[in-house]
């Protein structure tokens, strides 16, 4: 019996837990339970999950001729079928499931291994149709196709691609958490890549700024082969349109097949990028977006999971041949949370006749890979791109600004106000309102949910800059254990309570009065916290906060 019984946690709580069970007997007990219990699919997808971490943790490897795969779940068998090359072996396994607990979804992983290792044949006698390819502007003569009026779109079929590149994101003259953690998955990305396809291609790291020199050794330090940055004084700041337009000049230099005029360079011979990888903030969501439509390929968005392996697709639009098949190789497998947070997606970015979609891109949640260790002594290219900036790129100048110096302690105050989605019909107003609320205590300041950090909100320049990683506060952000603790349009999932359950005092701002931060607060206050946020001001302004209080035991 395991210690953990998940049919008496809620799903939320699960998480947590789950981080600390390093045994895969003991989750797999927890798995059945689950199943003879609730069998909720969110519980059971976690555990699953738990156990794919922890034995791609162990050192030892599963033998395929000698499992017994009644022992392992679905997911055993999806991440043990990669590895195996033989068909022979493959069958086997595939007979012995049939034999055995006859899973579908197992079935299903080692016959798709099989057709990616054999490839698929036509069936004697079956019909083929051909999908007659028709360019869009013909089959869609109504439409506009701004593409076609692009500079560097060509229909790249057959282009050379190569490398992972990653743009790395500075704040305040410092190298951002995620950028490390970046470069630390694409050096293992790439190591794994090399060793399987027998090749050299390198990490290359990004950096676009008025400082971006100062940061080259930390790059290279933490997994960059090669750093190509450009430096300008007028980059101080994040701008749109010269940050998208000088990363695709970079993308684009150089090459045989790159457009005609442009100038050979000794450290790049290829068309574009492989694939391109982003911090999934404010502005590297942007970019990536930008970067990504102006290379005219796709994008997953806020993944938190990526690897490189072979995809075997069917669809017509594909593969070129209905009723076909085709191995796909070297694909970008994106993994990304559905909007429940327990589920997952996995996104492809894969070609189709007369059309390439590259680079593969991806934005990656900060705090979704590990922080590498950095080498100093690792040695790396270096290139300082030159380019000339158009002056109409800068017609609009930023006069003014605050800008927050250095890291951003939230330990200490005796209060913290602290906002979540909750602000997301007026997300300015909402960060606003709360540092009005701030400015009323005489030592105070503002935190943030996962949930603000991760969304895609549009912030106002003047609080735009208090919006970053550093402010968060929960399982993965700060904890903090002030005397008062206001939680405004917090919903009060657990990863949350952990930042904030110490605090003398907790008051929630919540709409519904039902929502699980009630379960951990001194006072819920019922109420639109754009209504709410105001009159609170009002109260610790005018010394009456404690009044307010007593207005309801509830």
């Known amino acids: 019996m395991p210690e953990i019984d998940p049919t008496e946690h809620e799903i939320a709580e699960l998480g947590p837990k789950l981080k600390d069970v390093d045994d895969a007997d003991e989750l797999r007990a927890m798995l059945e339970l689950e199943e003879d219990g609730e069998d909720r699919v969110p519980v059971k997808t976690l555990i699953e999950d738990r156990i794919e971490k922890v034995e791609s943790e162990d050192d030892g490897e599963l033998d395929p001729e000698a499992v017994d795969l009644s022992d392992l779940t679905v997911a055993d068998v999806a991440n043990m079928v990669r590895e195996v090359d033989d068909a022979d072996v493959l069958r086997d396994l595939l007979e012995r499931e049939k034999a055995g607990q006859d899973r579908k979804t197992a079935k299903s992983q080692i016959e798709s291994r099989i057709e990616s290792v054999e490839g698929t044949e036509e069936a004697e006698g079956e019909a083929v149709t051909e999908v007659e390819y028709v360019p869009p502007e013909e089959k869609y003569p109504e439409l506009d196709h701004p593409t076609n009026d692009k500079q560097w779109v060509e229909g790249t079929d057959g282009a050379e691609y190569r490398d992972m590149w990653v743009y790395c994101e500075t704040q305040a003259g410092d190298l951002v958490d995620v950028s490390k953690e970046m470069l630390g998955k694409a050096r293992e990305l790439m190591d794994d890549y090399n060793a399987a396809y027998d090749e050299e291609e390198r990490v290359v790291a990004v950096l676009i700024g008025a400082d971006a020199s100062d940061h080259v050794e930390d790059v290279i330090a933490c997994g960059a082969d090669l750093v190509v940055y450009h430096e300008d004084d007028r980059l101080d700041r994040f701008r749109h349109q010269p940050y998208t337009e000088i990363f695709c000049d970079m993308a684009r230099a150089g090459g045989d097949l790159a457009a005609e005029g442009r100038e050979e360079v000794a450290w790049k011979d290829y068309h574009e990028p492989r694939y391109t990888v982003f911090p999934a903030t404010n502005n590297g969501r942007d970019l990536s977006a930008l970067v990504q439509g102006e290379l005219d390929s796709?994008?997953?968005?806020?993944?938190?999971g990526l690897y490189i392996e072979s995809a075997m697709i069917s669809n017509p639009a594909k593969v070129g041949t209905a009723g076909d098949k085709k191995e796909f190789e070297r694909v970008l497998h994106m993994k990304r949370p559905d909007f429940s947070g327990f589920e997952y997606s996995t996104i492809?970015?894969?070609d189709k006749p007369h059309r390439d979609f590259h680079p593969q891109g991806a934005s990656v949640i900060p705090g979704s890979f590990e922080m590498p260790d950095p080498d100093y002594e690792r040695d790396g290219e270096v290139v300082d791109y030159e380019m000339d900036l158009d002056d109409d790129w800068f017609t609009v100048e930023v006069e003014e600004y605050d800008r927050l110096s250095g890291g951003v302690d939230l330990t200490g105050h005796d209060v913290i106000v602290a906002v979540g989605r909750g602000i997301g019909d007026d997300p300015t107003r909402g960060i606003e309102q709360a540092?009005?609320?701030v400015d009323a205590f005489e030592?105070?300041?503002?935190?943030?949910?996962?949930?603000?950090?991760?969304s895609s909100y549009s912030f106002d320049g003047h609080v735009e800059q208090y919006v970053t990683e550093e402010r968060q506060i929960g399982e993965s952000g700060q904890e903090v254990e002030p005397d008062v603790y206001i939680a405004a349009g917090i919903s009060g999932a657990i990863q949350h309570k952990v930042g904030c359950d110490e605090s003398e005092t907790i008051i929630a701002v919540n709409t519904n009065p039902d929502a699980d931060i009630r379960d951990f607060s001194d006072y819920l206050?019922?109420?639109?916290?754009?209504e709410v946020l105001p009159q609170l001001t009002e109260a610790v302004e005018a010394g009456e906060l404690g009044a307010m209080m007593e207005a309801s035991d509830d």
């Open 348 to 350: 492809l970015c894969i």
């Open 435 to 437: 540092l009005d609320l």
């Open 525 to 530: 206050i019922e109420g639109d916290l754009f």
């Open 298 to 304: 796709g994008l997953a968005s806020d993944c938190s």
């Open 443 to 454: 030592d105070a300041d503002l935190g943030l949910s996962r949930g603000v950090i991760t």
